[in-house]
């Protein structure tokens, strides 16, 4: 049934690392995004009545009539690629999602492994998008479907199917097929050369000049991106963008599905990495290009996906916000209240009442989290759920940030210096213990943020107005109070008038 583990696995990344910029336009993106647009347009045609116009010899008349097998190979394949694309139910039984990975094994080995490329012209240039998003979809519900299944234990005859055929919608053969399909168009290789300000077209090869593999290949790189954020793997998640330049004007960007999914998933694995300051920056840049553009999407097809969307990501903004205090966009901040008012006050607020609502919200917000590993079916209490591993992993940052942090961090705005020992009777916490909350505090203000480079690049930086220094039992506070910069807000806001 695994018929594409033989596929290389292996990335081709371009010889110089590119620059990202979140929030600026970027004119080689742009010029990107039209090479890859006008390729969808003007797909290469085969004329097939010259063929058989010629003279019918033996081998002309074996010409054409292997030219007709290919004509019905591709409508074939068109029709197969079209079902790709639509979504599956999520409750849909066990032996559909079979069906389902078997067509998709299929599909995708005729598209890697014919003898050339295959000739097809596709209708629109987010169609590509619509056939990776639900392969991944259904590998995301059939793992949870077969975790829910191994942790009931109830279901002997699903649990029999599901033992029979471990390889199924395994990670191993999805994301084979992403970097397959990336390796095969030899998309990284194209993005670093319009970095360099070169022609892609010289390191496209026979594949990747095809708008089929070099729209699937684009879009599997936002797809590996999602696949290993689900399966935990947050630094790699953002290493797959290397070659991606976040902008507006990215191919991305055109599809609105693809544009919320990627930031969502770099935000999201900002904050796990506890990059809270470049979480924020991701989340408030869609969350602000979305608010200016509400009405267009009432339009589109998928509009309630991107309503929950929205709604989950300003659920990841009021955590980050709270565990990194910051200002906000006006227009984000008021909506942020309107949403989640009482919450985010309370996780402002702090202390061991806020935990609830972290997880609350976390468990609201983040993605249905994968198992990298098929289950332990004999022993079914032993299989732990992935957003509870997550979650769990994540409340221990948040409790060493906010049972004791607020509380610390209101008495020290009080003072110039302190003694350790009065302030410890303040806060009634043993004193060495003080010393270890004001050791932790003072580290989770240095925050990794980015700048140039890399997605996972950057400097180390205080994120908070409060620095302290402890020598001995001395604590000596120093609090930077950053003015408003009227200047630069009046420019801000008057750009924004004529936008």
Not at 303 to 331: E, G, W
Not at 469 to 486: I, N, P, W
Request: include cysteine.
């Amino acid at each position: 049934m695994d018929r594409l583990s033989q596929q290389p696995t292996t990335l081709s990344n371009g010889a110089h690392r590119p620059v990202h910029h979140i929030n600026d336009d970027s004119d080689d993106e742009g010029a990107l995004a039209s090479t890859l647009v006008d390729a969808m347009q003007h797909s290469a045609e085969d004329d097939l009545e010259d063929d058989l116009d010629d003279e019918l010899d033996p081998a002309a008349a074996a010409a054409a009539a292997s030219a007709l097998s290919m004509q019905n190979t591709e409508e074939n394949l068109q029709a197969r690629l079209t079902a790709a694309a639509q979504p599956l139910d999520f409750s849909a039984p066990l032996e559909v999602r079979f069906a389902s990975y078997d067509n998709y094994c299929s599909l995708f080995h005729f598209i890697l492994n014919s003898e050339g490329p295959v000739e097809l012209e596709l209708p629109t240039y987010y169609w590509a998008w619509d056939v990776i998003d639900e392969f991944i979809y259904q590998f995301n519900s059939f793992c949870i479907y077969r975790n829910r299944v191994a942790r009931k234990g109830q279901n002997e005859e699903e649990i029999q199917a599901l033992r029979d055929n471990p390889q199924t919608w395994g990670c191993y053969s999805v994301l084979n097929v992403l970097y397959s399909l990336i390796q095969r168009s030899q998309m990284n290789d194209q993005l670093a050369a319009i970095k360099r300000g070169e022609d892609p077209v010289q390191v496209a090869g026979e594949y990747g000049s095809r708008p089929l593999y070099r729209m699937l290949g684009y879009f599997s790189i936002i797809g590996l991106l999602r696949v290993h954020c689900l399966l935990g793997d947050f630094t790699l998640a953002l290493q797959t963008l290397d070659d991606i330049e976040l902008s507006k004007k990215a191919v991305f960007a055109r599809v609105m599905a693809a544009h919320f999914t990627t930031y969502y998933y770099v935000g999201f694995s900002y904050m796990m990495l506890r990059r809270y300051a470049d979480a924020i920056k991701s989340f408030s840049h869609i969350l602000i290009y979305v608010s200016r553009t509400k009405n267009f999407h009432k339009q589109n097809a998928q509009y309630d996906s991107i309503t929950k969307k929205n709604d989950q990501m300003y659920a990841l903004l009021a955590i980050c916000v709270a565990l990194s205090p910051t200002r906000l966009d006006d227009t984000i901040h008021t909506t942020l209240r309107e949403k989640y008012g009482d919450q985010f006050a309370k996780l402002q607020r702090g202390g061991p009442e806020s935990l609830p609502v972290f997880e609350e919200l976390f468990l609201a917000a983040c993605p249905k989290f994968i198992s990298p590993i098929p289950p332990d079916w004999e022993n079914p209490t032993a299989n732990v759920e992935p957003s509870q591993h997550h979650l769990a992993v994540f409340m221990q940052d948040v409790k060493n940030a906010m049972v004791l942090g607020p509380t610390i961090k209101s008495y020290l705005k009080l003072y110039t210096t302190v003694d350790l020992g009065k302030l410890s009777t303040f806060l009634e916490v043993d004193k060495e213990e003080l010393r270890s909350h004001l050791l932790v505090f003072k580290q989770r203000s240095r925050q990794t943020r980015w700048t140039d480079g890399g997605l996972l690049e950057g400097e180390v930086v205080n994120t908070s107005d409060l620095d302290f220094a402890l020598k001995g039992d001395l604590v000596q506070v120093s609090e930077a109070k950053v003015g408003r910069k009227l200047v630069e807000w009046y420019l801000k806001n008057l750009i924004r008038t004529y936008q």
